[in-house]
């Protein structure tokens, strides 16, 4: 069992930047992938970024790309997810989910992912 605790959301204007943390306990990462997802208002969650813990192959979606960046601390077994420029389009509840399923890879479908944070709210105002 994974449990994952998302933290730095918050209100940002535009342009602005932020931090997610994704903090993992009950086992270690190793052979398993991580995401980041979101889900705005009236929408489908959809995968924003992803790594693979032990390779540290990386994802991102077009919509995010040369904007955020998704990296890992081992030793504290967190995932993080610095967004830049950001944008009102951004608004979302993003959440951070963790799957060994596929040799631990990253999947689109949150289907795919059998541990999920509680989420975290980013807010982008114009």
């Known amino acids: 069992q994974v449990q994952l605790v998302e933290s730095g959301g918050g209100l940002v204007q535009d342009g602005g930047s932020l931090r997610l943390a994704c903090a993992a306990s009950g086992r270690t990462l190793s052979s398993v992938a991580v995401g980041w997802f979101r889900q705005g208002p009236g929408k489908g969650r959809e995968l924003i970024a992803c790594i693979r813990w032990t390779l540290g192959n990386t994802y991102y979606q077009e919509a995010v790309k040369g904007r955020f960046t998704i990296s890992k601390d081992n030793a504290k077994n967190t995932v993080y997810l610095q967004m830049n420029s950001l944008k009102p389009e951004d608004t979302a509840l993003y959440y951070c989910?963790?799957?060994?399923?596929?040799?631990?890879?990253?999947?689109?479908?949150?289907?795919?992912?059998?541990?999920w944070g509680q989420g975290t709210q980013v807010t982008v105002s114009s």
């Open positions: 989910a963790a799957t060994p399923r596929y040799g631990g890879s990253c999947r689109r479908s949150p289907d795919e992912y059998n541990y």
